[in-house]
């Protein structure tokens, strides 16, 4: 081991590979074991119906999957997120991708962290291929889904499928998905044109329309979220004045409460001073 990767794991830097955008890491292209892969995301909809169980079926894992998913049947696992940045006080992540390592299922990392995978434990690391991949797709790729639709249609299985990967928010606050979700679609297309088959679960937001432009009125679906809209608003307004009546209700009570409060000091002040309270209340 050189000197400076020698000072850079004592003071737990991020070890990176010596000019790895010159000289990249030598590995390599993965190779299917199974005939069949399914790539689990964290819509928690479909996610669990993932085929855990079909011997056929390569199961692929991302990121922190595992606390949503734990005990589930995982055969490779891809991290793409920097992992001194996101995981390097994260101890239950690196003890996950540690158990994968353990479990000899490969783990693949950015290339620029594949030594510090090595130093972490994960001995089952790999460098993700991600310059195979630019070199046969547009660089359009926004998400990890999407990275690992384009390696499994480089990989030629006979099934690729997506569960929990709807790129549709399941919050208000997940806004990320409407600018991940084209680049999803992008290589779904890819992988329906080339692939034997592709299977996404009955309910997923990708690659689906309310109507067939052209062909079917779209009338239908507006009215009946028109209604919708209209239903919820109506509701809204009832909640909102039964929050209104509760909220005077609590002033009310507090203003009861403390008039309580106020008439029992009173009592205290003149059993104090007025009075001569019984040996047992003096204190």
């Known amino acids: 081991m050189s000197d400076d990767v020698q000072s850079q794991d004592e003071t737990d ?35 669990h119906k993932a085929p855990f169980a079909d011997d056929e079926v390569e199961t692929w894992g991302i990121n922190q999957l595992w606390k ?33 390592a353990a479990a000899d299922i490969p783990v693949y990392v950015r290339e620029e962290d594949y030594l510090l995978a090595l130093k972490w ?22 998400n990890t889904i999407s990275w690992l639709i384009a390696l499994a249609i480089m990989m030629h299985p006979d099934e690729v499928g997506l569960n929990g990967g709807d790129m549709g928010p399941e919050g208000l606050l ?18 329906e044109a080339t692939l034997p088959s592709l299977v996404i679960p009955n309910g997923c937001d990708l690659l689906g329309s309310t109507h067939l432009y052209g062909y079917e009125d779209s009338g239908r679906t507006l009215e009946k979220m028109t209604n919708r809209f209209v239903e919820l608003g109506t509701n809204k307004e009832q909640v909102t004045q039964q929050v209104a009546q509760l909220k005077a209700q609590v002033v009310q009570g507090e203003g009861t409460l403390a008039a309580l409060q106020g008439a029992q000091q ?18």
């Open 13 to 47: 830097e991020p070890l990176v590979a010596e000019a790895a955008d010159e000289e990249p890491l030598q590995f390599d292209f993965p190779t299917l074991v199974k005939p069949k892969v399914s790539i689990v995301g964290f819509a928690t909809g479909s996610a």
């Open 68 to 100: 949503q998913l734990p005990d589930r049947r995982w055969d490779r696992w891809f991290e793409l997120h920097s992992l001194y940045d996101f995981y390097h006080a994260n101890e239950g992540h690196q003890d996950w991708l540690r158990s994968l």
């Open 121 to 142: 434990g994960i001995t089952s690391a790999q460098p993700f291929p991600h310059r195979v991949l630019l070199d046969r797709f547009r660089p359009y790729f926004t």
């Open 174 to 191: 997940a806004a990320e998905y409407s600018e991940q979700r084209p680049s999803c679609e992008y290589f779904l297309g890819i992988a």
């Open 266 to 283: 009173e009592i205290t002040y003149w059993r104090k001073n007025w009075l001569t309270l019984p040996a047992s209340e003096e204190n």
